[in-house]
């Protein structure tokens, strides 16, 4: 089942990736009415959650390729929990253009803080198509993460390079006198030399 994994990999890093690029762009145009100004809303701004979530789940899909059948399950079920918490949040913006999203820029803009301020200066707020992307990428994450927790139990394992292996211990040659290379393989299994 290696291209399952692979499946899963890449349908959790190119919904991390688009949700990380939408992170940058203008997702919401709030009108001033005293001014008649325009004011661009980012994404990181409107969801200050969205490019931490969209870096997790990128490491996350990436991670995919290493780990055992434990932490398949794991990443799966936490690639499901982010890509649903971007969900929300994304369709949350995109349909009803909430205040809150466009706070912290209407102040920065005006000085005018709180609610009512904020309020009072907005006569308009609307959407570019960047939250209904993001909402994509978010779907992409969450079905990786079912698709993971779907077929995790038949994937191949990791390459014999990621393992360290007790037979390869049993391997060595017992007839020499032990070295400082011996002493270095040691290490690199695990092995404390200076317990011996």
Same mark, same amino acid.
């Given at each position: 089942?290696?291209?399952?994994?692979?499946?899963a990999l890449l349908v959790i890093v190119v919904g991390g990736a688009l949700?990380?690029?939408?992170?940058?762009?203008? $997702?919401?145009?709030v009108t001033l009415g005293d001014?008649?100004?325009?004011?661009?809303?980012?994404?990181?701004?409107?969801?200050?959650l969205l490019a931490p979530l969209s870096l997790a789940a990128l490491a996350l899909g990436l991670a995919l390729a290493l780990v055992g059948r434990p932490l398949r399950y794991a990443f799966g079920a936490l690639a499901l929990a982010i890509g649903a918490t971007l969900a929300w949040s994304? $369709?949350?913006?995109?349909?009803?253009?909430?205040?809150?999203a466009v706070a912290a820029v209407v102040t920065e803009a005006t000085g005018l803080a709180g609610?009512?301020?904020?309020?009072?200066?907005?006569?308009?707020?609307?959407?570019?198509? $960047?939250?209904?992307?993001?909402?994509?990428?978010?779907?992409?994450?969450?079905?990786?993460?079912?698709f993971t927790l779907a077929t995790a139990h038949r994937w191949a394992g990791s390459g014999r390079r990621y393992r360290t292996d007790a037979a390869e211990a049993?391997?060595?040659?017992?007839?020499?006198?032990h070295d400082a290379i011996d002493s270095w393989d040691d290490l690199s299994r695990g092995d404390d030399p200076t317990d011996r």
């Open positions: 089942m290696r291209r399952a994994r692979l499946v949700a990380l690029i939408s992170s940058t762009q203008s $997702w919401l145009l001014t008649g100004d325009v004011l661009e809303v980012s994404g990181d701004a409107a969801v200050p994304a $369709w949350r913006i995109a349909a009803e253009h909430p205040l809150d609610t009512a301020a904020v309020s009072a200066l907005v006569s308009s707020i609307s959407a570019t198509a $960047w939250p209904v992307l993001a909402l994509a990428a978010a779907v992409l994450i969450g079905a990786g993460g079912v049993d391997r060595v040659d017992r007839s020499r006198p």
